[in-house]
């Protein structure tokens, strides 16, 4: 059994700055990709920002240079920090993680709870 605990969401005025944090636990052998998604009301989820384990990021287009995600191997820990934080960015924030609870088991995707991220105009 996997879990993945996200934290560090909340309100925040326009212009202003959150970080995230997932924390994953349970039976892990070893992660791969780690990753942001979001969904706003009435929308898709989509892709936030994803990092390896080796730490090559990938962002969404629209995002770039204001949200970065890192990760702490050691801890199993991915983050997400961002800057200038706009309305639109308001979203429920779900961390993504694949990961391998044996050597003789493919990787798996499991998913957090998600953190409700809202700014304020």
């Known amino acids: 059994q996997v879990q993945l605990v996200e934290s560090g969401g909340g309100l925040v005025q326009a212009g202003g700055s959150l970080r995230l944090s997932c924390a994953a636990s349970g039976s892990i052998f070893s992660i791969n990709l780690m990753g942001w998604y979001r969904q706003a009301p009435g929308k898709q989820r989509e892709l936030v920002a994803t990092i390896t384990t080796g730490a090559t990021t990938n962002y969404a287009d629209s995002l770039k240079g204001r949200f970065t995600i890192s990760r702490d191997n050691a801890r199993n820990t991915v983050y997400l920090q961002m800057n200038s934080l706009k309305p639109e960015d308001t979203a429920v924030y779900y961390c993504?993680?694949?990961?391998?609870?044996?050597?003789?088991?493919?990787?798996?995707?499991?998913w957090g709870q998600g953190t409700q991220v809202t700014v304020s105009s």
């Open positions: 993504n993680a694949e990961v391998r609870t044996t050597p003789y088991r493919p990787h798996l995707d499991y």
